[in-house]
């Protein structure tokens, strides 16, 4: 009954003439997808996919968003700058912004906010790293963000929000979680969301997974009955590669 969704996150790759390369090779590859195709892209490309994404099924989306509507943030973009350039999704607190950016639960939370007031889907990234899973500590770490990053949010605005499980020692190591990792993990996501939200609010949010997915183990964890799409890094760079993930049902 969830649509799923797949969405590319370029991170810093491909300058404006590469993006709309890309762009163009995969509207006549995605057209007959049956998931919600998304791309989030560097904010230099917006212009240039908007273009060649044009009248076809492919969504813009971007990698972070400020949370004050304007004033003085040199270097960062608001909600509504993001949506006058067409964008529809805003990836949020991804590990590398936890990472390597100062992000924590509570500048999650407000963009999260700042973004749904402007009427972007939030695209919130959770995930554990390799030593909180070899602790035993992955359910309450998933759990704790994704309970931060959504609070202050209606129901309506949760069931519209997309959560991403990315399991931080997966992401760009070529390790995937097993297909049981990933499914039992979202149902602890999913869990939390329903003793704080209820059932019916966690049995409409889209939780992805997210950690070198890749053509080859796209099928065994789109399989799972808690995992209702991708947010592809790598594999998302080429054209033939995403667009497999993409059809991954066909
Ligand atoms: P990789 O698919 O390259 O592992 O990246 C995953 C990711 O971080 C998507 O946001």
Redesign the pocket.
């Given at each position: 009954m969830r649509k799923p969704i797949i969405a590319g996150?370029w991170?810093m790759n491909k300058t404006p003439e590469e993006a709309r390369e890309l762009v163009a090779a995969l509207v006549p590859a995605v057209k007959d997808a049956d998931c919600d195709v998304v791309v989030?892209v560097p904010a230099t490309d917006f212009a240039a996919v908007k273009e060649a994404a044009q009248g076809s099924n492919i969504h813009l989306g971007a990698q972070n968003v400020h949370f004050a509507r304007s004033g003085a943030y040199t270097g960062e973009l608001s909600a509504d700058m993001l949506k006058a350039c067409g964008v529809e999704y805003v990836?949020i607190g991804?590990?590398?912004r936890r990472q390597y950016f100062g992000e924590t639960d509570k500048t999650v939370n407000l963009r999260v906010r700042a973004a749904v007031e402007a009427g972007l889907i939030p695209i919130i990234?959770v995930g554990e790293l390799k030593d909180e899973r070899e602790s035993g500590y992955t359910d309450t770490i998933v759990e704790y963000q994704t309970l931060m990053a959504l609070h202050g949010l209606t129901d309506e605005q949760i069931k519209n929000a997309v959560i991403?499980y990315?399991p931080v020692w997966?992401?760009?190591?070529?390790l995937t979680a097993t297909d049981e990792q990933a499914n039992e993990t979202i149902g602890v996501i999913r869990k939390a969301v329903a003793r704080k939200y209820g059932q019916e609010v966690a049995d409409a949010v889209r939780v992805q997974y997210?950690?070198?997915?890749?053509p080859k183990n796209v099928k065994g964890l789109m399989a799972q009955p808690e995992i209702d799409g991708g947010?592809?890094?790598?594999?998302?760079l080429k054209a033939p590669d995403f667009t497999q993930v993409v059809l991954y049902n066909k």
């Open positions: 996150n991170k989030c990836v991804h590990s590398e990234c991403a990315e997966a992401i760009g190591t070529g997210g950690g070198s997915m890749n947010l592809i890094g790598g594999a998302s």
